[in-house]
């Protein structure tokens, strides 16, 4: 019987694809490597009881090399043993030096523990479709040691015949919009709705490529699946929605919509529709207001609006650009944005909703003091860094 070993099994990623895994198949056993226990209980409790005992929780932090032949010696069991690797810091902000042990270092040492389980193993390693490991020019240190870990699997563990997943930014899935964390699009999603600003940084025509999870999910199950069964292999699945794309605008207003319907269900005003502009048109805006000598609300909401723009920079490099990987080896289209992103937001606003009121609120009556500072307004503290999206 194949065993699977999947990485990242109380991310979001990770998560909907352990039950959408064992749910499929009811002799399947699925190793779940978590960085906590605490992780591991959430995963547990997450699966229908009945599904429970196929999945076998083991605690590693992968950077920590000194342990994997002692993880390795847990894989037990005689059949093939595929690996799936979903585990990796996701931060846009960090460097690649920061990212280096958890990104690249702990991608070796799941190879390694791959391969001292002796069992014909295989591996998919996860990654992002807006870089390839052939790539040299990066958008942040994510970008960097994503593309850096695949390179060095594909060199040193060709032996796990390894096959690379990519994917563009995962939403929550398409048919009731949850999803377990919230990064990606959603820090995004945040700003929007409690600040309502003026404008964001991007570029309205490019296409946003956003995929739903349970697709995404699907794809690398089948995928998966194919792998066990003996047939059709491919070093490399391109997850992404490609020409189907929809233009940024396009996505924007989709997000508006249903943050108007929110806004104003909770008796918050909806000032106006953001605007998408250059960074030449921004840092125009931002000089002009403070030369010409703009009446106060006008300078404070500048420099509210710039404020919330640093917040964002990690964003403007995808809003600005379409470059992302074409679908490949995919066995259905992506949906369209339209079909699934209301379903998203509705989720979310749901789930967040009585956050984003009292931050609304909150930023609201800041804004009518004289000298509001970035506390009292709280774009220190929430929604903050683009990390703090959970
Ligand atoms: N989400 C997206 O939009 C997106 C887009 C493209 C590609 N991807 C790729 O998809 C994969 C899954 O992403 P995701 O969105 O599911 O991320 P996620 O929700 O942040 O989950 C990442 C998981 O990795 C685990 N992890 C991180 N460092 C670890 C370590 N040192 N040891 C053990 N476990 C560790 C985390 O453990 P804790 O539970 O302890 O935090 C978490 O469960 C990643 O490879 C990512 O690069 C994601």
Redesign the pocket.
């Known amino acids: 019987m194949t065993q699977i070993v999947l990485?990242?099994?109380?991310?979001?990623?990770?998560s909907h694809l352990v039950s959408k895994l064992l749910a499929h198949d009811p002799q399947l056993e699925i190793y779940a490597?978590?960085?906590?226990a605490a992780?591991a209980a959430g995963l547990l409790d997450s699966l229908p009881t009945p599904n429970r005992a196929r999945l076998v929780p083991l605690i590693?932090?992968?950077?920590d090399s000194a342990a994997t032949s002692a993880v390795a010696g847990q894989f037990i069991g005689s059949g093939p043993l595929l690996g799936i690797?979903?585990?990796?810091?996701?931060s846009w902000r960090k460097s690649a030096a920061e990212l280096y042990?958890?990104n690249v270092l702990?991608s070796l040492n799941f190879c390694e523990a791959l391969r001292q389980s002796n069992r014909s193993a295989r591996i998919i390693y996860?990654?992002?479709?807006f870089t390839r490991r052939d790539a040299t020019d990066f958008k942040n240190g994510y970008e960097e040691t994503?593309a850096l870990a695949e390179r060095e699997v594909f060199t040193h563990y060709s032996d796990l015949m390894p096959t690379t997943f990519?994917?563009?930014?995962?939403t929550g899935a398409g048919n009731d919009g949850a999803i377990?964390?919230f990064?990606?699009i959603y820090p995004l999603l945040k700003v929007l709705s409690i600040y309502n600003p003026p404008a964001v940084i991007g570029d309205p025509r490019k296409a946003l490529d956003i995929v739903p999870l349970d697709w995404v999910a699907d794809e690398l199950a089948t995928h998966a699946r194919a792998l066990t069964a003996g047939f059709g292999y491919s070093d490399e699945v391109v997850a992404t929605a490609g020409p189907a794309a929809a233009p940024f605008k396009e996505v924007l207003g989709l997000a508006e919509n249903e943050i108007e319907a929110f806004r104003r269900s909770r008796g918050l005003a909806f000032v106006r529709p953001t605007s998408i502009v250059s960074r030449r048109q921004f840092a125009f805006l931002n000089r002009a207001v403070k030369t010409w000598d703009t009446p106060g609300s006008m300078t404070r909401g500048m420099r509210i609006w710039s404020r919330l723009q640093l917040l964002l920079d990690g964003y403007a490099n995808y809003l600005e650009s379409s470059q992302v990987r074409p679908p490949k080896n995919v066995t259905r289209p992506a949906p369209l944005a339209v079909s699934f992103m209301p379903v998203v937001m509705r989720y979310w606003l749901n789930r967040f909703g009585r956050e984003i009121e009292s931050g609304a609120r909150r930023y609201i009556s800041a804004l009518d003091d004289r000298e509001p500072n970035s506390k009292a307004l709280g774009v220190d503290t929430f929604p903050g860094d683009p990390e703090d999206a959970r």
């Open positions: 990485t990242g099994a109380g991310g979001a990623l990770g490597i978590c960085r906590s992780t590693w932090d992968l950077c690797h979903c585990a990796a810091d996701v042990a958890p702990a996860v990654s992002t479709a994503k990519s994917c563009s930014l995962v377990s964390r990064h990606g």
